[in-house]
């Protein structure tokens, strides 16, 4: 089927069967795209004829996903990782390559063409992995990190594999016969090449710590929310069109200006603005895979491409199960640990191409190894779901869910929304008690100030689904609405109560008017803004005029309790006003009434507990 358009319904008609279907059953997403994928793909249904197309965009939702990590982790904690990456990942990579390149020469294969299959199945899928992981709400336990860490290492080793593969060509002249280049650079000698994989990581940044700013400060203060997503998809599309044009990995390329924007006030803005793309693009790679394993090929060499990619996930596994082993991973951590990176990376995809193009390797090995990784890109997720329902009930091991749940690190249990003079003071007086909010704000200039003075402020809109759950609504006990627009309160209500319902709400009223909005929204922790401050004046009003200080507290909360109570009653008449007025009327009286009678008690003629001459001048 030929064209954009039919073959964009193809492609969502399949993930909507297959993916719901998959889920039900417990495979998981990434193996109901794949299913979808397999289905619609030239060796079975045939409506996709060339998925390998496809894959070229599609593989820009690993892009995003790798941006996105990035935000996720700020530099600090990236350096806290340096010997997990460096010795578990570098581990792996170095291990498993030189085990392929010498069973490689083992079965004939040249030197060169060894040590290009040796780094390029070295390589576990970031995608399938770090999707798995997140469904399962798994990224902070024990095997989320090991797993995070391997794989951050691969992508960083991507850099030296493609410096490396310039140099294993083994014949000059066969570079780039075809005229289709796989960048622009590649016709400068191999040292030029080098240095430009190198400048153009520092080139992202620089960009990254002193241009994606003040881009993001320019565009969010038009409070257009279209043209906020425009920038923040310029800044993915043009790190990963400045890593193409010079042969390096846009995964790595996003992954380090998303860390180096972690501790931007934009964070959770981009993090909501990406997701949806992300998710959207992410499942569209995973049915390009299934749509491009050449089944024709499998059947046709059935043996030897099979037994190699069994071969390759059994020797990945043995290496991982083995890094695993002495990080202490439980065994069934362990399990999940290597099966899950036990699969040949989409990375690989790019350098047998390129490969091929330096002519290190011919077409006909190409496709057959693009047809081993396509296939333990679709083993993989099937054993994990063996392993997740048949093995390890069977184990009665309990170190899963119970144990690994508890992911969240650097969240609040409270979220602070608007950070304002009100807001702001609010926050000062919780962090001065020892809790630590995430604040959310949706003035830049105001973030930008803010963060200047020491407060980490975070811009966004927070009636936007998104932005809460990135934020960690779902696993917060407070969110404070310190805003005083009623509309945006009453829809932050209708989304909270909607997606969190046990989030409990605390919010800022301007006056009665829209007290009663909130309270008629179902909202008991309402807080109207004047109401403290008009008591503490005619508190310090009264004082001028001789009455004793503790006498006036008692009074103040008195009057408070007794107009929060009038409140509740003078709601349900708020719309008929000959009712609203008559009723008002009898609780203002009642008030005073209650109030002449606590201040005409005895203990307001003998209060002495605060400022009492008697204390003042212990003589008398």
Request: hydrophobic share 50%; proline share 3%.
């Amino acid at each position: 089927m030929s064209g954009f358009l039919p073959s964009a319904i193809v492609y969502i008609l399949a993930a909507i069967v297959c993916v719901p279907i998959a889920k039900r059953l417990g495979m998981g997403s990434v193996l109901g795209y794949l299913l979808a994928g397999i289905a619609i793909g030239p060796y079975l249904v045939g409506f996709i004829q060339e998925g390998q197309d496809i894959m070229h965009y599609t593989e820009f939702g690993v892009v995003m996903m790798l941006f996105l990590i990035g935000l996720e982790l700020e530099p600090e904690n990236l350096w806290k990782m340096k010997n997990l990456i460096l010795n578990a990942g570098l581990t792996q990579v170095l291990v498993t390559s030189a085990l392929i390149i010498g069973l490689g020469i083992a079965f004939g294969f040249t030197w060169q063409i060894s040590i290009t299959i040796g780094f390029s199945m070295a390589l576990s899928s970031t995608a399938i992995v770090l999707q798995s992981l997140k469904e399962k709400n798994v990224m902070g336990s024990p095997v989320g990190k090991l797993s995070f860490g391997v794989l951050l290492m691969q992508d960083i080793a991507v850099i030296p594999i493609l410096a490396i593969l310039p140099l294993l060509a083994v014949a000059n002249e066969t570079v780039n016969t075809s005229g289709e280049g796989h960048g622009f650079i590649e016709q400068f000698p191999a040292w030029v090449q080098t240095l430009s994989l190198f400048g153009a990581v520092g080139l992202v940044i620089l960009l990254g710590r002193y241009g994606f700013g003040p881009l993001l400060n320019y565009v969010s203060k038009t409070h257009l929310r279209e043209l906020f997503t425009a920038s923040a998809l310029l800044i993915v599309v043009g790190i990963t069109f400045l890593m193409e044009f010079v042969g390096l990995s846009p995964a790595l390329g996003t992954f380090l200006g998303g860390v180096i924007l972690a501790n931007s006030p934009y964070k959770h803005a981009l993090e909501s603005d990406l997701d949806p793309f992300k998710g959207l693009l992410l499942g569209m790679f995973f049915m390009a895979v299934g749509a491009t394993i050449n089944f024709g090929l499998i059947f046709s060499n059935a043996s030897i491409i099979i037994s190699a990619t069994i071969g390759v996930i059994i020797l990945k596994s043995l290496v991982l199960l083995i890094i695993g082993k002495i990080k202490k991973l439980e065994i069934g951590n362990n399990l999940k640990f290597a099966i899950g990176l036990s699969q040949i990376g989409e990375f690989s995809f790019v350098t047998y191409a390129f490969a091929s193009q330096l002519g290190i390797i011919d077409l006909s090995i190409s496709d057959t190894l693009m047809a081993i990784t396509a296939l333990s890109m679709t083993i993989t997720p099937i054993l994990m779901v063996i392993l997740d329902k048949v093995i390890f009930p069977k184990m009665s091991t309990n170190q899963g869910p119970k144990k690994e749940m508890d992911t969240i690190e650097t969240r609040s249990k409270v979220i602070l929304v608007g950070f304002s003079h009100f807001g702001s003071t609010l926050g000062r007086f919780l962090r001065a008690n020892g809790v630590e909010a995430t604040v959310l704000d949706y003035n830049p200039d105001r973030v930008d100030f803010l963060r200047k003075m020491g407060f980490k402020v975070y811009y966004g809109d927070a009636t936007r689904l998104d932005l809460l759950h990135s934020a960690g609504a779902e696993e917060a006990t407070l969110l404070i609405s310190a805003i005083k627009n009623p509309e945006t309160n009453l829809k932050l209500i209708e989304i909270c109560k909607e997606n969190f319902p046990k989030l409990e709400i605390m919010l800022r009223a301007k006056n009665r008017v829209d007290a009663y909005e909130l309270m008629e929204a179902g909202m008991e922790n309402i807080y109207r803004e004047h109401l403290d401050t008009s008591i503490r004046m005619g508190e310090d009003a009264l004082k001028k005029l001789g009455f004793r200080a503790h006498t006036i507290h008692r009074l103040a909360a008195s009057f408070k309790k007794y107009d929060e109570e009038a409140l509740k009653v003078l709601v349900q008449y708020k719309n008929n006003q000959k009712e609203y007025i008559s009723k008002i009327k009898l609780q203002i009286e009642s008030q005073e009434t209650l109030l002449s009678g606590e201040l005409s008690r005895k203990f307001s003629m003998n209060d002495h507990a605060w400022d009492s001459e008697a204390m003042k001048n212990p003589e008398n």
